[in-house]
């Protein structure tokens, strides 16, 4: 049994309490930090439950990452073995709107966090990228060296943050960062109990689908017919949100075993989907009809994206386990419990 404790920003969120419900039933003392911006206490409650006899080793705390004093404190009160950030904002449309709010939120919350972690000599992190790092990609399998672009203030405050982890690194080589960039994180913990509860309309294809499916929405847009895909809908690699936990614990493990310095890996499954085959995973999973409507394409969107597995295959020792099938009846059985996420549809914002 590991007897190590992991500091989680962000973790009252979507990937945030999957990855800490893995961390607590693999033995590690987990640390949550969220300003709960985008999620809901009764998540960090749900993962306790679910953590059975382990369920002592987490505790929250409700702090903002920019909040230096109260990161501070959080620090004094503890040792951390390492940081997984996953804390920050993620909505593109919202960051085009409000660029100032995202750099703001994104830049000077990791900066915070990291200017805290090296106080207090804990310099392991393992942060959350994202496949949209990769733009429009002249190809696929996308490789952790192809080119990088932002295509939103969203996107280029991930780019951002890898590079400032860069420099970090470059500068004191006694850290060790993991950069994972995330494909398309779908499904929920198969128990039904967490999952993916976003603030407003959702937008992201699963969590839209899902409320069509319990009657929350009228129909699903479909952004674009007109690529050079299967079925001309755009094409993307979905990955069960339970492999994508699954995958920091091996990130937390290599940072242990090894003289990683600052590098990144994909976390997908290597197989690309369109929006139709998953509507239609969705719909046979749920026995619900998905109305669409057809409409143009969403600006910024890729025509094809997904993951080259091989380098965390090789180094991390990890691959993803389940398929679109599986990713759909987890959606669906969260969805059918949950129609309202955590909260109720008094509070729902529809
Ligand atoms: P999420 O919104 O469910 O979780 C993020 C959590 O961070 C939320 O609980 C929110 O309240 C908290 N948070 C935000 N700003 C904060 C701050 N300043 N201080 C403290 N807490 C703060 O999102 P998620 O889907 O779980 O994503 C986790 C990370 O993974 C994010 O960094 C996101 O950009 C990245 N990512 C997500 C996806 C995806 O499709 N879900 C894909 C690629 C990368
Ligand atoms: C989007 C973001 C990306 C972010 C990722 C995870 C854009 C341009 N890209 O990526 O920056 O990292 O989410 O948060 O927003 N679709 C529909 N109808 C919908 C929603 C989506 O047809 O209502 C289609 C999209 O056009 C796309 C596919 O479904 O082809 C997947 O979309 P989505 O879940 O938003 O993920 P990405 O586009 O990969």
């Known amino acids: ?179 994972l960039r995330y494909f398309n994180p ?29 009657e929350r929405r009228p129909a699903l847009t479909i952004f674009g017919n007109d690529y050079n895909t299967i079925d001309g809908t755009g094409v993307r690699d979905y990955i069960h949100v339970v492999d994508l936990a699954d995958g920091h614990i091996a990130a937390l493990l290599k940072l242990d075993e090894s003289d990683i310095g600052c590098e990144v890996y994909n976390l997908g499954t290597g197989k690309g989907t369109s929006v139709l085959e998953m509507v239609k995973a969705f719909e046979l999973a749920s026995g619900k009809k998905i109305p669409l409507v057809m409409a143009g394409r969403r600006p910024g969107d890729a025509e094809i994206v997904y993951a080259s597995t091989e380098k965390a295959e090789r180094e991390l020792n990890w691959k993803a386990k389940y398929g679109i099938d599986e990713m759909c009846r987890d959606q669906w059985n969260w969805a059918s419990k949950n129609p309202y996420g955590y909260g109720s549809q008094k509070d729902s914002t529809d």
């Open 1 to 179: 049994m590991i007897s190590k404790t992991v500091l989680v920003t962000g973790g009252a969120g979507y990937i945030g309490t999957h990855t800490v419900l893995h961390l607590l039933l693999a033995g590690f003392k987990t640390v949550v930090v969220d300003n709960l911006d985008n999620s809901s206490h009764l998540a960090i409650l749900r993962v306790k439950e679910l953590a059975g006899e382990f369920r002592n080793n987490l505790s929250f705390h409700n702090a903002d990452l920019r909040d230096r004093d109260a990161l501070e404190q959080i620090f004094v009160s503890t040792k951390f073995d390492a940081v997984i950030h996953f804390a920050g904002l993620k909505a593109v449309g919202e960051s085009v709107k409000k660029p100032l709010l995202y750099y703001n939120n994104n830049l000077t919350g990791t900066i915070t966090l990291l200017e805290v972690m090296a106080a207090h000599g804990c310099k392991k992190l393992v942060f959350s990228s994202s496949a949209t790092v990769y733009g429009w990609p002249k190809k696929v399998p996308c490789t952790e060296e192809f080119p990088l672009s932002a295509a939103n203030p969203y996107g280029r405050s991930k780019l951002i943050i890898e590079e400032i982890c860069r420099d970090v690194y470059n500068a004191e080589q006694d850290w060790k960062i993991i950069l």
């Open 186 to 214: 779908v499904g929920a913990h198969p128990s039904g109990y967490i999952g993916e509860d976003p603030r407003g309309v959702p937008n992201n294809l699963m969590p839209f689908v899902q409320q069509v499916a319990v």
